[in-house]
């Protein structure tokens, strides 16, 4: 089992903040064989073609033009530039070139990349149902993420989100953690809120969220607030 303390693992409730904080990552010269994304595709925002910057809308909601994922308001930067960048991830650049799509029971449509993207294909190759399920919880365990914290992120995922992780970060462990900070969001409120709607942990029998479901899903998450217990 991979050691916990050199990998970094951190939940986004849009792929677009995921992709974003992929793109901080290269970056800073971290290398593609170390980092792995694990999307919920449901919204249709890739596709063979590459990514469809018109559906990866989160940051345009907040008044910030970003197509091409750098974190900066395009309009700011020149609108060519941003247009540029923007077509070349489209093709596909650096990690995002090796995006794949995959159908898992219980989960939906999703996109991977990265090692453990790999590691999980193989598994859910051999699989069928809950044995898919499994396969993505046993990677991130393998990974060294508590079982109950992959299931967190696997559920996440099955609302909408993405996760990515970042292993073997060594010394620039607070460099990473930093890249991801503005994007991510916390783990321990999310399974708040996924147990105040009475979840209890990953269950592959849990229907899949179509777009509508999504959208209020995130509406209803970004609105929760734990009820103080005295």
């Known amino acids: 089992m991979a050691d916990k303390r050199d990998t970094v693992v951190r939940l986004f409730d849009h792929p677009g903040d995921a992709l974003r904080a992929v793109r901080r990552l290269e970056a800073l010269g971290i290398d593609d064989d170390n980092i792995s994304l694990i999307a919920n595709n449901r919204e249709g925002w890739y ?24 974190g900066k308001d395009d309009r700011a930067e020149g609108a060519g530039k941003g247009a540029a960048t923007g077509a070349a991830i489209g093709a596909g650049a650096g990690l995002l070139a090796g995006l794949g799509m995959l159908a898992v029971p219980g989960l939906g449509p999703i996109v991977a990349v990265g090692w453990l993207a790999s590691t999980a294909t193989g598994a859910i190759a051999g699989a069928a149902g809950g044995g898919a399920i499994g396969a993505i919880l046993g990677a991130l365990t393998h990974e060294g993420v508590d079982r109950k914290d992959a299931e967190v992120y696997a559920e996440s995922i099955r609302r909408g989100g993405a996760v990515v992780i970042v292993r073997d970060v060594g010394t620039r462990r607070r460099d990473v953690e930093q890249a991801l900070s503005d994007y991510a969001s916390d783990p321990s409120a999310r399974a708040d ?14 229907p899949e969220l179509g777009v509508s479901d999504i959208e209020a899903e995130r509406t209803r998450a970004a609105a929760y607030r734990p009820t103080t217990r005295m």
């Open 47 to 70: 596709s063979d073609k590459g990514v469809h910057h018109d559906r990866l809308s989160r940051s345009e909601k907040h008044g910030i033009k970003d197509d091409d994922l750098d």
């Open 193 to 206: 809120y996924y147990r105040s709607g009475g979840w209890n942990g990953y269950s592959d029998s849990a």
